[in-house]
Nanobody
Framework: QVELVESGGGLVQPGGSLRLSCAAS???????????MGWFRQGPGKEQEFVAT????????YVADFVKGRFTISRDNTNNTGYLQMNNLQPTDTAVYYC?????????????????WGQGTQVTVSS
């Protein structure tokens, strides 16, 4: 049973940075390295939206236009962990951030392509 656990959320002032982590357990590093990963978010009163994705080997990434140049997705397959580095955070980035994993190698932007989800971590950007 694959379990994903996010961490690193919290309260930050506008312009600040956070790094979210997503630790996968219940699978070997070899299997983890065959899964694509993604980050999604859901703001208050909003639908869940795609933020970023990375393919299984980490060589291909996509980020949503509204975070381009501010957020970076990465992964460490030796530690079964994915990351989302968020810089220059703005109040509009306030949301619960979810990581997800898919049993495919290709980077994916559609949430329906993901098989495993974390419980989410709250990010609040406020002065």
């Amino acid at each position: 049973q694959v379990e994903l656990v996010e961490s690193g959320g919290g309260l930050v002032q506008p312009g600040g940075s956070l790094r979210l982590s997503c630790a996968a357990s219940g699978i070997s590093t070899r299997t983890f390295s065959t899964y694509a990963m993604g980050w999604f978010r859901q703001g208050p009163g909003k639908e869940q939206e795609f933020v970023a994705t990375i393919n299984s080997h980490g060589g291909t990434t996509y980020v949503a236009d509204f975070v381009k140049g501010r957020f970076t997705i990465s992964r460490d397959n030796t530690n079964n962990t994915g990351y989302l580095q968020m810089n220059n955070l703005q109040p509009t980035d306030t949301a619960v951030y979810y990581c997800a994993a898919s049993k495919t190698r290709t980077a994916l932007t559609d949430r329906y392509d993901y098989h495993f989800w974390g419980q989410g971590t709250q990010v609040t950007v406020s002065s």
